[in-house]
Structures are given as C-alpha cells and as structure tokens.
C-alpha cells in the first residue's frame, strides 16, 4: 500500500516588527506607563542583578514621589527653603542612577526577544516626548495655578508611576542574579567591571560610547548655545530650535529603527553611525545660519535615536541576564561620566574658537568610527 505523504505546510514569512505591535504585550504596557509618568517627574545598580530590576525601579520613583510630596506640601504653605530644594535634587540624581540601568535590564523579561527593537524605540521616543512635553506642561501648571501644583502633580506622577510598576507580573520579578553570587556590593561591582570588560563586543560598545558621548555631550552643551546666541544672533528661541531639532532626529531615528529589523553585523552600523554623527558634528560648527544649523542638528540626531534602540537591544541580548543591570549602569558611566571634564575642555576651546570646538569634536567621533572600522573584532561583530 502506497503511504500517503502528508501535504507540506507552507512557511509563512515572520511578520516584521513595528513599535506599536509591542502593545499587544500587557506587561510591557505597564511598563510603558509607569516609565514614562516617571520621564516626567551606577555604580549601585548591581541591585537590579542582586535584588530584581523592578524593587530597583520601585525604590527609585516611590522615594521620588516621598521626597517630591513634601516639597509641594512647603511651597503651599510658604516654608520652602532653598537648602531642602537641594537637597532633594541631590536625592533625585542619586535615586535617577538606579532608575535608567533597572529599566533597560527589566525589558528583555518582558518582552519576547524579537520585540526588543519595538519596545527600545517606544520608550526612547517616549523620553523624547518627556523632554518636549513635560516643560511646556509644568510651566502650563506653574503659570495656571501655581508652584505648588506642579510639585504635587510630578509627585502624582511617580505614585501612579510606581504602581503599574508593582503591577508587572511574576516574569519581571525575580533577581536575575540569583545564580551569580558574586560576594558582598564591591564583588559585585568588580564582578561587573570584569564581565564587561572580558566580553569584546560589550568592552568595544563601551569605549565608542565614551568617546562619543565625551565629545558630543561638550560640543552640543557649550557650542550650541554659543552658536545660538553669537553667530546666529538668535538667542532663547535659536537654542530651544536647535535643540528642538535634534530632538527631532532622535525621535525619527528611533522609531526608524523600530521598524527596521535588527542589522546582522552590528559592528559596521557602529562604524557608520559614528562617520555619520562625526561627519554631522564638524558640519554643525561651520553653517553660517540657523535654519541650515538645525537641518544638520536633526540629521545629526538621527543616529542617536537609531544606536539607542538598535545598540541599546544588541547588548540586552549579548548579556547574560544576570549581568544585566550592572552592564547597563556601565552604558550609562560611559555615556555621562566624563561630561564634567567634557564640558570644561569644551568651555576652554569654545573661548578661542567655536567653529574649533565642533571640528575638534566632530573629529574625534570620526576617528572614533575609522579606529572600529579597522578592528577585526568590531567587523565581526554580529
């Protein structure tokens, strides 16, 4: 008797993703929400491996929302005083710390892995949003009804963030570094140095980032406004379209790549957007004018917004998951560590020349990306 084959099923092709389809996910939703009401409102992060992302992230926006609370309750009543205004603020930056590296190692629980593009590019386009929207709605509520009113609602803000944070499920819960005891808060912290460093693909990410960041962070910190209200003679409103602009460009390239399927070799995507913001950089310093100034800003903002969704991703997935927040707070040591040093050099070149100030920069991130395109290491990174 003749077998009978079965008829083969035809393969159907994986539909690509697009950042909104991630909000078919309930847990990332929530996360989602209780993140961004946060926006609005590194060392240490070894607490997203050791405890869990989420505790982190709830003692970062319930202490927030303690903090801010009081502060509104003062401004009401007339007894505010300038040194309690500080010394929250001093709270703010420490608690903010935590808060970042916990969010981006909590994504891959929550999310299936071929969504981590998706859900990169809603919330970095989510805190672009926060950057635009939350000034223009504070200074509505502070010139509508008062100072006081607008401590109490970013102090609302973080209680609701806090609770669809508590909300995510059981997946986003556990320590992910349950497994990896690596001795008391200072093993942990070597513990992270030493995996960062000994994996090739994170320790190169690293170093582009500091470079990058070192040289950017000064250029757009000092030069802009100097640019904006110097060459341009455009003062406030040049700054805020400037800034406005690459603001812009960040937002279209995150979203872009949130679309985009992931690229297969990574390392020459760092190498092109390196050309690409170097290139951008040094073009920034010689416009004569505002409108080309801040066409080349939002060019120039495109990358950022690709490289914090596609990069951000490529290294949630190369991480071992008990690693996860420790690597993360070391993106952002990188990332913000040298902007101190980066702004003093900054201010000294900007008092000779600024044009010198953006070419320097705009150099040093394009030899940046010609060092990686000549590593064996980074062109083989996938």
């Known amino acids: 008797m003749e077998e009978i084959q079965p008829a083969p099923i035809p393969a159907v092709p994986a539909a690509r993703p697009r950042p909104w389809t991630v909000f078919a996910s309930g847990p990332f939703r929530k996360l989602w929400v209780g993140t961004t009401l946060s926006l609005f409102g590194d060392f240490f992060s070894y607490l997203a491996d050791r405890i869990s992302p989420r505790v982190t992230m709830l003692g970062s926006m319930g202490l927030r929302a303690v903090f801010v609370a009081p502060l509104a309750v003062l401004v009401f009543t007339g007894r505010v005083q300038m040194w309690e205004v500080y010394a929250i603020s001093v709270v703010f930056g420490i608690v903010d710390a935590f808060f970042f590296p916990a969010r981006q190692s909590i994504l891959p629980k929550i999310v299936a892995d071929r969504e981590l593009e998706a859900g990169n590019a809603v919330l970095n386009v989510t805190a672009q949003a926060s950057i635009i929207l939350g000034p223009v709605l504070g200074g509505v509520t502070v010139a509508a009804f008062g100072t006081g009113w607008a401590f109490a609602a970013d102090a609302a803000c973080f209680a609701v963030g806090f609770l669809f944070i508590l909300w995510l499920p059981a997946a ?3 320590a992910a570094g349950a497994t990896h005891p690596d001795g008391g808060i200072g093993g942990q912290i070597v513990a992270g140095f030493r995996y960062a460093w000994a994996d090739i693909g994170i320790r190169i990410s690293l170093i582009v980032i500091a470079v990058v960041d070192f040289a950017a962070n000064g250029a757009l910190g000092v030069g802009i406004p100097t640019l904006a209200h110097g060459r341009f003679a455009a003062g406030a409103a040049g700054f805020g379209i400037l800034f406005a602009a690459w603001g812009v460009g960040a937002t279209a390239g995150a979203l872009g790549a949130g679309f985009a399927p992931a690229p297969k070799r990574f390392g020459w995507i760092l190498v092109a957007l390196c050309v690409w913001l170097g290139i951008g950089t040094g073009v920034i310093g010689v416009v004569p004018s505002l409108v080309p100034a801040a066409v080349v800003m939002g060019i120039s903002g495109i990358a950022t917004g690709v490289i914090n969704t596609w990069g951000i991703s490529w290294l949630q ?66």
Do not use: E, H, K, W
């Open 172 to 174: 986003a819960r556990a």
């Open 317 to 382: 997935r190369r991480t071992d998951p008990g690693m996860q927040g420790r690597v993360m707070s070391l993106v952002m040591l990188a990332s913000m560590g040298l902007t101190p040093v980066g702004y003093a050099a900054s201010g000294a070149i900007a008092d000779i020349n600024p044009t010198l100030l953006f070419l320097v920069a705009g150099g040093m991130i394009f030899l940046c990306g010609l060092g990686a395109a000549a590593s064996r290491s980074v062109r083989s990174l996938r």
